[in-house]
């Protein structure tokens, strides 16, 4: 063998037996979209990056070989358009797709609008009350793409601001009458506040385990009295849908409401108006802030990342690493008001049955067809995908959806905190065509989201608008994983597994909802638990989770009616084991059978109760709510 022969067999080797590196996309806000995306001379957009990653698929580039690293630099990232990954953007198990913040760096993925130039109110406002007058700052709301647009939050150095609105939590003002033959609804005058018309005002009314927001049509005063209309459509889909509808003399009163949107309800620091007409934004500053250098946020995007595959070309092998998701928006109730029929899935259409009865269920005496609140990410036709220690936060509906042809998927070590809706949604809920009572049996399984992880995350102030909203909240998935996270400070229900109130099999089986910590639920509703299922999934398991520490709102209307473990309508087919909680409070509604209940309640070890949450590699989540945003006074 010749001296280059061997010299250049030694090169051939040599490079073979060196470790294959990814190819190195980096991405800066100073950055331009001219640069090459090199760490010394990053691109500007994310969008950009995502194309050069695509491009060195498509050509097959050698330098792919290992995947692609995507590395996002620190700052604000504004999106004026969903971030958009194709069946294209796919990468394997060998050559993934990671897009991830750059070492000790915290990048933000922004659909808000700044709002600027604030100046104190120097003249007398129109409509607001006196105590309001001379503390309240002026800015012109923020245009989008030269036009204005509506908006239904504000945030104030990270902070939520509160809408302005009537009354605290503990102190609700309670429906006198509900006339559903006249769809009107009677109310005490006091309870206006001083508003004399309907303009921009909206009523959020309590329902059992949900809230409706209704815009008001019109306000008539009589006496000690005032009679309130809706706009449609909500008006119709309220006053003809039985469940859960308002309680008028219940065992704890009557349904509590707050009015919310109108100038006369500023009265407290911390609370802001958008006056449309005038299109000016008003607010009161909560002490310690300082107008002039306030960052001033509202949402212009519902939706910051889509991830769109199909069932026959999906999106693989994606990751998102140490990124954050912030500032959406949902206008629908803005648009047609909010009524949900449960976990924050809002009814398009409902009503009572003159003869009870369907296909399914012979005894249901009423139909429904839902709609599902946006995510800040959506997640359709992809598998192998995996959140690892982002954040999710400061968001006007729901975090991170994963709706349908969705396997082996990973949220792993996130954050989900200040949303407006569910933190999480997993898998079908129901087609807007398809009556929500019945089962779900694709006849393609590969719709079903299936072998889905969600474990040691930290959701905290999820529902903070819809208070029937939950942390988890899961449909029709099969053989899905839910394990060691941590729920505090939900409206409503911790984790809620299961779809159609149905006892007929359907595609749900083999879950596991196990080793979770969740407390302090329960904030604003009853009919609850900390762990909630419907219909039948055989072999889901729920064990060895610790559950404590309910919320007792002063206005619910039944106010024994709350659970730490909770089989609903169909439950069928679950083993209940091992579940840590202060007392045996449990219910099993109307389950189908084969469901076992097994050492639950305070007798289970301490062993169990003080492993289950966040194991310790991800405690410091723990730490990620600023104390600047602990809840005090009016929440929103």
């Known amino acids: 063998m010749t001296r280059i022969v061997r010299n250049s067999l030694f090169f051939i080797l040599g490079a073979l037996a060196l470790p294959a590196r990814a190819a190195d996309i980096w991405v800066a806000p100073t950055g331009s979209d001219r ?81 600027t130039g604030w100046k104190k109110a120097a003249a007398t406002v129109p409509g607001l009350p006196k105590a309001a007058q001379g503390q309240v700052w002026v800015a012109d709301a ?9 908006f239904r939050q504000l945030w104030v150095n990270g902070r939520k601001a509160i809408r302005a609105r009537t009354a605290t939590d503990d102190n609700l003002p309670r429906l006198l009458r509900w006339d ?43 006496g000690t009295e005032a009679r309130v209309t809706f706009q449609e459509p909500e008006s119709r889909v309220q006053f003809e849908h039985p469940w859960p509808r308002p309680i008028i003399n219940g065992k704890n009163g009557s349904s509590a409401f707050y009015l919310a949107n109108a100038p006369e309800l500023l009265d407290e620091p911390g609370e802001w108006y958008y006056d449309q007409q005038r299109r000016q934004v008003l607010y009161w500053p909560r002490p310690g802030e300082t107008m002039s250098t306030a960052q001033v946020t509202v949402p212009a995007l519902e939706t910051l990342v889509q ?55 012979a005894g249901l005496e009423n139909q429904a067809w839902i709609g599902r609140p ?130 007929t099999a359907n595609v749900m089986r083999d879950n596991r909802v196990t080793q979770n910590y969740i407390h302090h639920y329960a ?43 909770y089989l609903d309508e169909g439950s069928s087919g679950i083993t209940v084991q091992d579940n840590w909680c202060p007392a045996e409070k449990f219910l099993a509604n109307a389950n189908g059978p084969n469901n076992v209940w097994k050492n639950n309640g305070p007798m289970v070890s301490d062993a169990i109760k003080h492993a289950a949450g966040l194991e310790a590699a991800f405690r410091d989540l723990r730490g990620a709510a600023p104390k600047a945003e602990q809840k005090t006074g009016k929440t929103q």
């Not at 923020?142 to 509506?150: E, H, I, V």
């Open 35 to 115: 640069n090459p995306g090199t760490a010394d001379k990053p691109l500007a957009t994310l969008t950009t990056a995502l194309r050069q990653a695509r491009d060195l698929r498509r050509l097959h580039d050698a330098s792919v070989q290992n995947g692609v690293h995507i590395w996002v630099k620190g700052g604000e990232y504004r999106l004026t358009e969903p971030w958009l990954f194709r069946p294209e953007d796919a990468g394997t198990a060998v050559s993934p797709t990671i897009i991830e913040a750059a070492p000790g760096e915290q990048p933000v993925l922004s659909g808000g609008v700044s709002v």
């Open 142 to 150: 923020p245009l989008l793409a030269g036009r204005s647009f509506d």
């Open 180 to 222: 559903t033959d006249k769809r009107e609804a009677w109310i005490p005058a006091a309870a206006l506040s001083g508003v004399t018309r309907a303009g921009q005002l909206e009523m959020v009314l309590h329902q059992m385990w949900a809230v409706n927001v209704l815009r008001v049509k019109s306000v008539t005063v009589r």
């Open 307 to 361: 991830v769109a595959g199909s069932l026959d070309a999906p999106v693989s092998h994606l990751q998102f690493k140490g990124l954050t998701f912030a500032y959406t928006t949902w206008l629908r109730p803005s648009e047609q008001g909010h009524v949900p029929l449960q976990a924050g899935m809002y009814l398009l259409d409902g009503y009572s049955l003159a003869k009870p009865g369907t296909p399914d269920k």
């Open 523 to 565: 904030q604003h509703t009853y009919d609850v638990a900390g762990v909630y299922t419907l219909s039948a999934q055989p072999g889901t398991v729920v064990s060895e989770n610790r559950v404590d520490e309910i919320g007792r709102a002063a206005y619910v209307h039944d106010p024994d009616h709350w659970f730490y473990l």
């Open 374 to 503: 946006p995510g800040a990410v959506q997640l359709s036709g992809a598998d192998h995908t995996r959140f690892e220690r982002c954040r999710f936060e400061h968001l006007g509906a729901s975090g991170l959806d994963y709706l349908q042809g969705t396997h082996d998927d990973a949220i792993v070590g996130c954050v989900f905190r200040d949303v407006a809706i569910n933190g999480l949604q997993l898998g079908k809920f129901s087609d807007p065509g398809i009556e929500t009572h019945l089962p779900y049996n694709p006849k393609d399984e590969r719709e079903i989201c299936t072998g889905e992880l969600v474990e040691n995350n930290l959701f905290t102030d999820c529902g903070n608008e819809d208070w029937g909203a939950c942390g988890i909240t899961a449909g029709y998935v099969r053989q899905t994983t839910i394990r060691h996270n941590e729920i505090s400070r939900v409206p409503y229900t911790g984790i809620s597994l299961g779809w159609g109130w149905t006892k």
